[in-house]
């Protein structure tokens, strides 16, 4: 069972990337979290694999973080929902904000997913509320640690500059893990710059 690949990246997909371990290329799929967080061709990187075996295929699906990762361990678990839909479901919404539609019964926002209908929404909400309301406590534990407020701010001003709100949520996310900054001003500077490269 493979658990992780460290390699370069030989090519970027819409839905996957080809990752040469030295010599060996490997065909990882990936949710659009996970691609937006990876440099451009011929980068180092370290991908989380799930290794999904069946009688007659063998597939990766790979996770730039931990906390994707045992989302979307999460969300197979669900009838219904294979590793394919799990990462359309991943794609559609980030983590948080998943998190928070499935903890506080959100039909409506998961519906929005494509791939998702409304009884499948209602089925990931029933099975899943209670696991990820842990997980939910400990992210907002977390995210209070290094300033919730200012982070809201920093995103709310960017979606006000024009950029989408996934967009925004993603250049401000990868800025506080990067530097733990928490000043409002220096989080809209440094989230620019990553969005404008």
Same mark, same amino acid.
């Given at each position: 069972?493979?658990? =992780?690949?460290?390699?370069?990246?030989?090519? !970027?997909?819409?839905?996957?990337? &080809?990752?040469? %371990?030295? /010599? #060996? $290329?490997? +065909?990882?799929?990936?949710?659009?979290?996970?691609?937006?967080?990876?440099?451009?061709?011929?980068?180092?990187?370290?991908?989380?694999?799930?290794?999904?075996?069946?009688?007659?295929?063998?597939?990766? =699906?790979?996770?730039?973080?931990?906390?994707? !990762?045992?989302?979307?361990?999460? &969300?197979?678990? %669900?009838? /219904? #929902? $294979?590793? +394919?839909?799990?990462?359309?479901?991943?794609?559609?919404?980030?983590?948080?904000?998943?998190?928070?539609?499935?903890?506080?019964?959100?039909?409506?926002?998961?519906?929005?997913?494509?791939?998702?209908?409304?009884?499948?929404?209602?089925?990931?909400?029933?099975?899943?509320?209670?696991? &990820?309301?842990?997980?939910?406590?400990?992210?907002?534990?977390?995210?209070?640690?290094?300033?919730?407020?200012?982070?809201?701010?920093?995103?709310?001003?960017?979606?006000?500059?024009?950029?989408?709100?996934?967009?925004?949520?993603?250049?401000?996310?990868?800025?506080?893990?990067?530097?733990?900054?928490?000043?409002?001003?220096?989080?809209?500077?440094?989230?620019?710059?990553?969005?404008?490269?």
């Amino acid at each position: 069972m493979i658990a =992780f690949l460290k390699g370069h990246i030989e090519q !970027k997909n819409s839905d996957s990337v &080809l990752l040469d %371990v030295q /010599g #060996v $290329g490997y +065909k990882v799929e990936v949710s659009s979290q996970t691609l937006d967080q990876l440099s451009s061709s011929g980068s180092e990187i370290k991908l989380l694999i799930y290794h999904h075996i069946t009688e007659s295929d063998q597939r990766l =699906f790979g996770f730039f973080t931990k906390n994707e !990762k045992g989302l979307f361990e999460k &969300l197979i678990t %669900v009838k /219904g #929902v $294979g590793p +394919k839909l799990g990462l359309t479901i991943l794609s559609g919404l980030p983590a948080s904000n998943l998190i928070s539609a499935i903890t506080q019964s959100d039909v409506t926002a998961l519906s929005r997913v494509p791939g998702i209908g409304k009884k499948t929404a209602e089925r990931i909400i029933l099975e899943l509320k209670e696991k &990820l309301s842990e997980l939910k406590s400990e992210s907002v534990r977390s995210s209070n640690d290094t300033g919730k407020g200012e982070m809201n701010e920093a995103i709310q001003a960017l979606q006000a500059l024009g950029f989408k709100s996934r967009e925004a949520e993603q250049a401000v996310m990868k800025v506080l893990n990067e530097t733990k900054e928490v000043e409002t001003s220096a989080l809209i500077r440094k989230s620019l710059a990553l969005l404008n490269r």
